[in-house]
């Protein structure tokens, strides 16, 4: 585990911090490159390009805050809970990002399920390279297991160490699965990017990494819904299947 990769004076420069930069970066590199193949307006991009980060970044606060902090805890101290540097999920990332995306597409000529496509690799990829901070952090990782790949994190966010014995056990290593599967995914989409259309493979991306995320849940530690044995995460991974259907079986215009 490598959490913190160097100091400047009291600021601490975090292994996920990194990763999550990187992130945004490589995927901006991977959709300029689709951008360009498929047409769309460089301008578009550079305003996504500034637009999805932000959204992302205050959706996954937002959506992490509304999950774990008590509502009184909230409500009696905001500001320390919503600017703390600890805590994003992907999901309120996510859609915090779909917003800005569609509030920023509105003004340029492009149906949004045409970006979806052009984007959806960047998608694939990026998530990837996010869950690599997960992984370096000791954060979002999954139940205890005795399999001959189980990890611990004594340093993680929270420590894989029992709270009465100290004995330090180990869990799935569930970043690691979503690392694997979000990498197959864009190999995937960039493989059949020429032979489909954006809209297909917008929506084939949705389905695919719907599913992955879905499946992984069951491994890991997350909080319930009112679904007994789903999480939330679970229902927001089943939206997106069905988003993704929808979007296979919509005529092409």
Known sequence: MYPELFRIGNFVVSS???MVA???LVGYGVAEKEFQRLGLPARLLENLGVAIPV???VGAKLLYVLENVPLTELLANPVSHLFSRAGLTFYGGFFGGVLAAYAVVRRFAVPPK???GALAPSLALGYAIGRVGCFLVGDDYGKPSDLPWAMAFPRGAPPTVDPVTGEVFRVHPTQLYEIAL???IFALLWRLRIRWSPERLGGLYLVLAGTARFLVE???MTTPSFIPGLSVAQ???LALV???IWILRTPET
Request: glycine fraction near 16%; charged fraction near 10%.
């Open 16 to 18: 996920y911090g990194v």
């Open 22 to 24: 990187l992130a945004f």
């Open 55 to 57: 959204a992302a970044i």
């Open 114 to 116: 045409r970006l979806l």
């Open 182 to 184: 979000s990498l197959g």
């Open 218 to 220: 069951f491994l890991r």
């Open 235 to 237: 229902l927001m991974a």
């Open 242 to 244: 069905g988003v993704g």
